[in-house]
């Protein structure tokens, strides 16, 4: 969607060094989330943020860190204990509320190893 | 989290076939089923939903059916046309992860002429 945008398209990462991916949002959700897509393997939860400055686990937290400082921003920070990050990660967003509303996604970064 | 199980993994339909999809989840607590469609190295795209209080739900040539007591939902594509070859994600609503989505595998379609 238009009101979502995720940069860099690709990254390559470095062995030791952290790497971070942007998303930012424009269409006033309240709830963020980033997922990691592998081949075969659909879309994991990486982390979720429903207000601002609060963020919680998902499903595959480790070797990864977020923020949430503004409530059009949620970076995700691929860090250097992320031993397997090659991987497209997606970006989405929603109205928060009782569980029924869509999420929209950002064109995903594709994030590789040098 | 949730498991949402999606079958079949690729299928194949010749032009203007009919392209069932049909995935289970777990969580008796899950009130909103997404379906996803996504090209290659592209995002997901919403392509239709439907929320526990509804049994089926139609949009021109795609359709969702929910069977909450059984807990499964299919994906329904009529005469189908080449430009529906794509992978297909079913998802479920976590009540535990901030209403999250637990996404299915992905069925690959293929339409041929």
């Known amino acids: 969607d238009g009101g979502i945008t995720q940069s860099p398209k690709y990254l390559f990462r470095k062995e030791g060094q952290n790497v971070t991916l942007s998303c930012e949002q424009n269409l006033n959700h309240d709830a963020m989330y980033w997922y990691r897509q592998d081949p075969g393997q659909g879309l994991r939860l990486i982390y979720y943020s429903q207000i601002v400055n609060d963020f919680q686990k998902g499903d595959i937290a480790e070797g990864y860190s977020v923020s949430r400082e503004k409530k059009e921003s949620f970076p995700l920070t691929v860090t250097s204990a992320q031993k397997n990050p090659t991987a497209f990660y997606l970006c989405?967003?929603?109205?928060w509320g009782t569980g029924d509303q869509p999420q929209h996604f950002g064109d995903g970064t594709r994030l590789s190893i040098l | 989290g949730e498991n949402v199980e999606q079958h079949p993994s690729t299928l194949s339909v010749q032009e203007g076939d009919s392209a069932v999809i049909k995935c289970t989840y777990s969580d008796s607590a899950s009130n909103y089923f997404p379906w996803y469609k996504q090209e290659l190295g592209k995002r997901p795209q919403l392509i239709i939903d439907?929320?526990?209080?509804?049994g089926e739900k139609k949009d021109q040539r795609i359709a969702v059916t929910l069977n909450k007591t059984a807990k499964h939902f299919s994906l329904h594509i009529t005469e189908t046309q080449p430009e529906d070859s794509a992978v297909y994600f079913c998802a479920a609503s976590r009540v535990d992860s901030g209403y999250a989505l637990n996404f299915g595998k992905g069925t690959s379609l293929l339409v041929t002429p």
């Open positions: 439907i929320r526990s209080n509804v």
């Open positions: 989405a967003s929603s109205i």
